[in-house]
């Protein structure tokens, strides 16, 4: 099998990349190890940049979005029995944030690019390695119904996320991986019932911290922080419940409406970037070249940000025949990377229980108090969770 362009992974990078191409008659290929079934229903991030926005409106996937998503103006923060909050439109000249489930958009992705516009997706199709990504001729190695095969391309993308065999194609050595572990998982609930407030509510608490998100007026999803060894069956309903509302402010655990869960699951909470993000023609985007701890919502925005940059450089090099692009993508990427992997951090720190130590405490909560009483402070969270500009890349 041939194609232009070699995806490893149906997940929102490599749908997101092959829809671009495709709108722009460049051929491509995924490989997904996954059903489409299974790949819809990973319950995963749920706040969209402006930026990427945008790109789902540029790949003619927006309408939905627009039509259904919730546009957010601000998040609460709550500490101290307080809820604060920080306006985003005030301090970011007008930006907003959109409220709108990954599963959506991989949804619509998937309608799009596959069942309107014939796109081939492999599913239940492990890529197993790349090979000669330092040829003209890449190869993915990987396997269907039992059976080796191989795609051979003009370039790979490493779609994979962060388990995934395209950033494992490359000897370590050449690869340099920056990693940090957090002592602590996330556990959510998917749930329909309506939210407790119309925006978003990080809290931190002396018990650990929570968030209150959503996907509709009618489906809510929340988080607490848990043990990193927690197992869901630890878990019933009414124990989430009550726990989330002991970490909210008496006022907002007043009003939490409960219902059974659709989903539950544990996320644990890592911060990794693997540099640089391109190997002769391998190209990693997305989960595959770097992983966030939830906290920012940053994952799902920084694969969108990865593939304008890597669309615009393949199709630089198809139209214009140039190769500057690409080869300017892998630290370009990375700046804007690097500033999401220190926001994602130093926000998480802001935010989580990480010892019983009252000075931490205190000091949280002096920061969140100087944080949301201080206008500079507020616009430099406003300013990160809106998303920092996509660079001009032409
Ligand atoms: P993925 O979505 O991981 O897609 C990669 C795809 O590659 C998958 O479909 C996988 O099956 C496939 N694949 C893997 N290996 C192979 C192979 N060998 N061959 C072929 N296919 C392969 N971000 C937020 O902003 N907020 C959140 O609340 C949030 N929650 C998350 C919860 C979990 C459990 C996880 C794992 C991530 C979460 N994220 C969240 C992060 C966000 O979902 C990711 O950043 C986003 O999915 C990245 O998209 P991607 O396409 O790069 O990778
Ligand atoms: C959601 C997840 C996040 O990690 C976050 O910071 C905000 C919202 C969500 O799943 O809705």
Same mark, same amino acid.
């Given at each position: ?16 990349? *092959? ?19 299974? =790949? ?32 957010? @103006? ?9 809820? @604060?909050? =920080? ?5 970011? #000249?007008?930006?907003? =944030? ?12 998937? #309608?799009?690019?596959? %069942? ?48 995934? =065999? ?5 000897? +370590? ?18 749930? %329909? ?5 119309? @925006? ?29 060894? %927690? ?6 309903? %009414? ?48 989960? +595959? ?41 892998? @630290?370009? *990427? ?14 998480? #720190? ?25 206008? *500079? ?18």
């Amino acid at each position: 099998m041939k194609t232009q362009v070699g995806i490893i992974g149906s997940g929102p990078s490599g749908l997101l990349l *092959a829809r671009l191409l495709h709108l722009q008659g460049i051929d491509t290929v995924i490989l997904e190890s996954r059903s489409r079934e299974y =790949v819809l229903g990973r319950v995963r991030a749920g706040v969209i940049e402006q930026g990427m926005a945008d790109m789902l409106r540029q790949a003619k996937v927006g309408a939905r979005m627009d039509r259904e998503g919730l546009i957010h @103006e601000g998040i609460n923060i709550a500490f101290d029995n307080r809820l @604060e909050r =920080v306006d985003f439109p005030k301090h970011t #000249n007008g930006k907003v =944030v959109m409220v709108y489930g990954q599963t959506e958009i991989t949804y619509d992705l998937m #309608n799009a690019h596959i %069942d309107e516009a014939g796109g081939i997706v492999h599913y239940e199709s492990p890529a197993i390695r790349v090979e000669d990504y330092d040829t003209e001729r890449p190869r993915i190695i990987y396997q269907q119904n039992g059976k080796e095969s191989e795609l051979v391309c003009d370039f790979v993308a490493g779609c994979d996320g962060f388990h995934g =065999v395209a950033r494992k194609s490359i000897p +370590a050595e050449k690869i340099a991986t920056f990693s940090r572990a957090y002592p602590f998982g996330w556990l959510g609930i998917l749930s %329909d019932v309506p939210p407790v407030k119309e @925006e978003l509510i990080y809290a931190n608490h002396e018990r650990g911290f929570a968030l209150c998100s959503m996907r509709s007026q009618t489906r809510s999803r929340y988080y607490i922080q848990c043990e990193v060894n %927690d197992k869901v069956e630890n878990w019933t309903d %009414d124990a989430f419940w009550d726990e989330l509302c002991r970490r909210l402010p008496s006022e907002e655990a007043a009003n939490v409406i409960r219902g059974p869960r659709l989903e539950m699951g544990i996320t644990p909470l890592h911060s990794f970037v693997a540099e640089p993000m391109r190997f002769g023609r391998l190209f990693l985007a997305g989960d +595959a070249a770097h992983i966030v701890p939830p906290t920012g919502a940053k994952g799902l925005n920084l694969a969108s940000s990865d593939i304008y940059y890597l669309s615009r450089a393949l199709l630089a090099y198809y139209k214009q025949k140039r190769t500057d692009l690409l080869d300017r993508y892998s @630290e370009t *990427a990375l700046r804007r990377v690097w500033k999401a992997i220190r926001f994602s951090w130093w926000y998480t #720190n802001l935010l989580h229980k990480f010892d019983n130590e009252p000075m931490s405490r205190r000091l949280q909560t002096s920061e969140l108090d100087y944080l949301t009483g201080s206008e *500079a402070g507020q616009a430099v969270i406003a300013e990160n969770y809106v998303g920092l500009p996509y660079e001009k890349f032409e």
